[in-house]
């Protein structure tokens, strides 16, 4: 199993960016995948999950309207464009599979994001 998460960066308050994450290693297309973010000195929290199938989609309440979780099973990757970013945001982003905890152990290196005037 293999995460890479890519799309980090410094970005103003207000800001935007879209983050991917290529996985391998398991069968992506039938697996749910989730996002996860970890703040200095925080403990690793969920941000929000998708379906395979349905597309249901869950969202933490402090990024629901704001941030949106996609994917594209030819590509084995996932996305999330996060938009109207706050300081709050500023954390190390992770994904793994799964909808609402994850399925593995394991954890890709992540991807920096800090927001900041």
């Known amino acids: 199993v293999q995460f890479v998460e890519t799309g980090g960066g410094l970005v103003h308050p207000g800001g935007s960016l879209r983050l991917s994450c290529a996985a391998s290693?398991?069968?992506?297309?039938?697996?749910?995948m989730s996002w996860y973010r970890q703040a200095p000195g925080k403990e690793r929290e969920l941000v929000a999950g998708l379906r395979s199938v349905s597309r249901a989609t869950n969202y933490a309440d402090s990024v629901k309207g704001r941030f949106t979780i996609s994917r594209d099973n030819a590509k084995n990757t996932v996305y999330l464009q996060m938009s109207s970013l706050k300081p709050e945001d500023t954390a190390v982003y992770y994904c793994?599979?799964?909808?609402?905890?994850?399925?593995?152990?394991?954890w890709g290196p992540g991807t920096q994001v800090t927001v900041s005037s």
């Open positions: 793994n599979a799964g909808y609402s905890s994850n399925l593995f152990d394991y």
């Open positions: 290693g398991f069968t992506f297309s039938s697996s749910a």
